[in-house]
DNA sequence: TTGAAAGCGCTAACAT
DNA sequence: ATGTTAGCGCTTTCAA
C-alpha cells in the first residue's frame, strides 16, 4: 500500500505542495475554492500528516518526557495526570519514562531523551547528587526538576516544603506525651527524605529526646516496612513516623495483620498524597502534599522554560499541611 | 550553539558522512583506526545522533503507544509496568496517553498516533463499539487491545476471563446463605462490566434469586460507590459484589465510615489486580485477576505484531481467579 | 574498507 | 494567491 503523502494530495487537487502544506497549517491565506478542493482530496485519500517528518524539519516534536520513580504510587501517577492536563492545553504530549527508584533505569531514560526526541523533560531524580548526570544530560534541552532537588543543580525545581509541617506533626506527638517516636525514612540518598528527616531530628533535639536508635532506613516502598515496623515497635516506641504515602498504607496493613490498633495503641504520622480520603489513613496523624498543585505548577514551569530556555533559574516551592487525626 | 551532527563527526576525523554512520549503527566492517578515529571525533564534540531525523529516514520510531482509561489506577499502573519492561527488552519505548475514561479523549489519542509518531498501539478501549474508532483508526497500524474487547475488531486482543471466576465467587456467596446480593457494575458499555454482569445474571437466575433491583450502575471509579452502596444496603442485601478494585477499596472506605464491618455484618466481593496483599480487601472475598502477566502478554503480542503485520489475528484470553476470603 | 550522493515528507523562504 | 525549491540529519545504495 502506497503511503499517502502530501506530493499526492496536491497532485489530486491539482495544486503545490506548499499549497497543501498552508492549509493544513493554516499558515497563509488561501482561496476558498482552492481549500475546498485540498480538503476534499485530503478526504478523500485518507491522508494524515507525517507528524515526524514535521518534527524533522520543524525541530518541534510537542513532546514532553516525564521522567518517574515509580508510576505505582499515587502520588506520581496523580502528578502525571496534572502535568498531562496542563500540557494538553498547549497541545503537547507526555511521554512517561520509569525508572523504578533505579540510577541506571534513570540514567538510560537521560540518554533516550538526549538524543533530540522531546522539547522539554520533567524529572523527578532518584539520584542523590547532580554530579552524577550532569554529563549525561544534554546542555540545551528545556528542563526542570520536581518533588526532589538536586544540590548544585542550575535547572528550575518545583518542590514541596515538608519541614515545617513534619515539625508541626512531631510537636504535636510530642505535645501528646509521646517521647520515645520512632521514624522510617524513605530512600535516604533523596532530598525529600534527607528535609523530613532533619525536621525529625531537630524537633526530638530540641526537647531533648533525640535516640539515633529510632531512626529505620527505608526506601520508600511498600517492602521495607514489615521488618522496621516490627523492630520500632519491639524497641518500645509508642509513636511512630512514617515519611510517605505508600510506606504509611503499607504500615496500616502490617499493624492490622498484628492486632494492632492504630491511634490507639500506637500513634502515627503518616504522609498523602490529596485531600481525598484515602482508605487506611483515617487513623493517622497526617501531612498532607499538595500533589495536584505540584503537578500543575511543573507542567506551567515546563512551558515557560521551552517558551523562554535563557530565563533565569526558578526554584518554586510549595507547603505541605499537618492535619491531625480527627 | 551549533548543533552536532554527523557531519561535523565525519570532518573533524577525516571521513565520510557514511563512515560515521556505519560506525554508530555497527553496520559495516569498518578498520579498527577508523573506528577509533571517529570514536574520538564523537566524543570530543559530544555528538549524539538526533533520532527524529533517524526515524524519519528509516520509519521506524522504537516507540509503542498506550492509551489507557486510567494511569491512577493501579491495575493499569501495573500493566504499564509489565509492558514497559518487556518493550525495554527489544529497545522500544512507552508513550503513554491517558483518556480518563472518555471516549474523546481515546478519539484524540487514537488521532494523535495515527500520525506516523509510534510503530504500534496498545489500547485499553473506553469504547463500547469498534464501529466508534473503526474510521479513525489508521488501517495499517500494528495494535493489540488489552483487557477489553470490541465487538466485531479485527485486532489482535489480550483479554481476562472473569466470568468463571465471577460466577464462583456468587455461588460460594450464595452456599452461605445469601439471596440479596447486591452488585454494582463498572462502566457499562465495557466488555468487562459486560462480562462480569452476565456471571452475576446467571447464576442469579440459576437459583431462582435474581432481581433487576438489586443491580446499581457504576463508572469503574470511586466516586460512584457511596450512593450506590447505601442503597444496596438500605435495600436489605446481606451480600454486595463489586466488580473493580478500584470500586472495592472505596466500598471498605465506605462502610468504615458507617460502622458497618465488611465480612461480619455483610460479605463483599471485590476484585482485586494482583496477588500482592492491598490495604482495604482483607474482609472481602475477592476475584483476583493476573495483571502482571496480562501486561507481559500484551507486550509480546505487540511485539510479535509489529514484527509481522499480517499475521492472523489472535485473541489470547487468561483465567482471573477467585480467592475466598480466608 | 570507504565515499558520494540520493532522498525520506515536509516547511517556508522566495519568486511569481 | 499560489508555486518552486532548498534543505532539515540521517541511512543506504552504489561505486571506487
Known sequence: MGRIGIQEVAQ????????VSYIINNKKQVSPETRK??????KE???RPNEIARSFKT???????????????????????????????????LMILNTKETKQRELDSINTISRGMVDGVILASTMGDYSEIKDVLPPSIPIIFIDRELPGCPSDSIT??????TSAGIENLIAKGHSRIGYITGLPRISTTIERLNAYTAVMKKHGIYDASLIRIGDSMSHCVKTNLDSLLDSGCSAIVITNNVMATEAMLQMLDKGILPGRDVDMLGFKDSFQAQYGLQHMDLIVQPTQELGQLA???????????????ERISINAEFVPRR
Open 160 to 165: 514541596v516544603n515538608c519541614y515545617d509541617a
Open 45 to 47: 485519500l485518507g491522508y
Open 37 to 42: 478542493r485540498v480538503e476534499q482530496s485530503i
Open 59 to 93: 525541530g518541534k516534536k510537542n513532546l514532553v518526557a516525564f521522567i518517574v520513580p515509580d508510576i505505582a504510587n499515587n502520588f506520581f501517577s496523580t502528578l502525571i495526570e496534572e502535568i498531562e492536563s496542563v500540557l494538553a492545553s498547549e497541545n503537547y504530549k
Open 12 to 19: 489530486r487537487a491539482g495544486v503545490s505542495t506548499a499549497t
Open 299 to 313: 507542567g506551567r514551569q515546563i512551558l515557560k522554560r521551552m517558551a523562554d530556555p535563557s530565563a533565569p533559574q
